[in-house]
Structures are given as C-alpha cells and as structure tokens.
C-alpha cells in the first residue's frame, strides 16, 4: 500500500480526551519495513549546496498525512504544541481551500520530530480520516465550539530564486534505462501566519507559525544504461 494509507489506517479513530495531547507519531505503527512501509523519496539535511537533499526514505510521503492532519487541527483552533516546518516548500500543501503558503507539519521518528496538538475542550475528540490511494482526508469529530478562527497571513519574505537547469544523477535504486523525476524546482522563502481562536471576544489563543524554506531544484533521476 501506499505510506499514506497505512499511515491513515492506524491514526482514523484516534480518540483524544479532554484537555489532552495527541502525538501523530504516537499513533503510528514503527515507521519501518516490518510494519509495511515502503521505501520512497525524503527530504534531509545533506551536505549539498542548500544543505538539503531529497533522498531514498523508508516511509517517504508520510508527511503528506501529517501535513493534512495539522492543518486541520489549524483551522479546527486546536492548540498547536508541537510542529515543524520542511526544508523545501511542497506546493501541494499550499492548496485551498485548507492549504495555504508555511502550512505544513513534517514528522521523521529518526530525527525526532512530531507534530503534536491538544484538545482543549471539555469533551471527547475523535480523528476521523481516509485515504483513496493518492488523496487523504482528515476530520476532527466532536462538540463544536462557539469560538472563531482568525488567520492573518501568510507573510512572505526573504525570497530566493530556485534553479530551473534540469540536473541529472544517476541512480542504482531505478531500473536500468528509466527516469524518475524526482524534485521540481521552487523558490525558497521565509513565511509567517498568524492565528487567533476569539471565544466570546476573548483571544484563548495567539499562534504565529514562522518557517524557512530553501530553494529546490529541478533533479531527474537516471538508472544504469541498459
């Protein structure tokens, strides 16, 4: 299956107590071969030019899971208590009507990162999510407040201009005589969003996520000549 699915599979139908966190790793099986996940594609700090790469990943792609997750604990006003930001923007998650530029929530157990967020009513939160083999949908099901979600943003700074030459790497994970395009190209920049939750003209939250983004390139791998 693809790593979305499984990841789905074994977060739907998390329940969340009052006043109480959930950790989307926490809610996973291991990330590993044993448990089904397949190798994909990650983004890692390297010693490259940007720092950064996009590398072989047992389990890559699952951030697409995570990021659909938090943005819709964002929207719901959960507190955020734990997220981070991807080395390189992926222009999918900026996708309305929930997407938006610097909303995004990578995970990798390895690095020790997680995205994690409370429930701070006074009832029962249950996670509600499928997956179709390429599209991922999230619910959050309980008591609907009475409180209003005011965004402001994204702020987009500090832009820096991608690359568009089109690199070619060889590599030994590819049938011999195929491509894979790997990595587009996108500019790198540095985003702020700023979220209120108003609960009868009270502010119970104040939340400014600020994230850096470096510059992709256009990489297109190549396997061993036939």
């Not at 789905?8 to 448990?35: E, N, Q």
């Not at 820096?160 to 491509?179: E, F, N």
């Amino acid at each position: 299956k693809w790593t979305g699915e499984l990841a789905v599979k074994t977060v739907t139908g998390t329940l969340i107590p009052p006043g109480g966190t959930v950790s989307f790793t926490g809610t996973t099986d291991p990330i590993d071969t044993a448990h089904g996940y397949k190798l994909g594609y990650g983004i890692v700090a390297t010693s490259g030019p940007n720092g950064v790469a996009t590398v072989p990943s047992v389990g890559g792609g699952i951030c697409q899971v995570s990021t659909t997750l938090f943005q819709a604990a964002f929207w719901a006003g959960m507190p955020i208590v734990e997220r981070h930001y991807h080395y390189y923007w992926i222009a999918s998650y900026g996708q309305p009507p929930a997407g938006m530029k610097g909303l995004d929530a990578t995970v990798d157990t390895d690095a020790g990162l997680d995205f994690k967020f409370k429930n701070p009513t006074s009832d029962w939160l249950a996670i509600v999510a499928t997956a179709n083999g390429s599209t991922v949908h999230f619910g959050l099901w309980g008591t609907k407040q009475n409180w209003q979600v005011k965004v402001d943003g994204p702020v987009i700074t500090n832009v820096v201009k991608a690359d568009q030459t089109m690199q070619y790497q060889p590599s030994s994970q590819l049938a011999p005589g195929t491509t894979l395009y790997l990595e587009a190209a996108g500019d790198g920049f540095d985003a702020s969003i700023h979220r209120q939750v108003i609960d009868n003209g009270k502010v119970i939250d104040d939340l400014t996520l600020n994230s850096h983004y470096v510059p992709s390139a256009n990489i297109t791998l190549v396997g061993p000549k036939p």
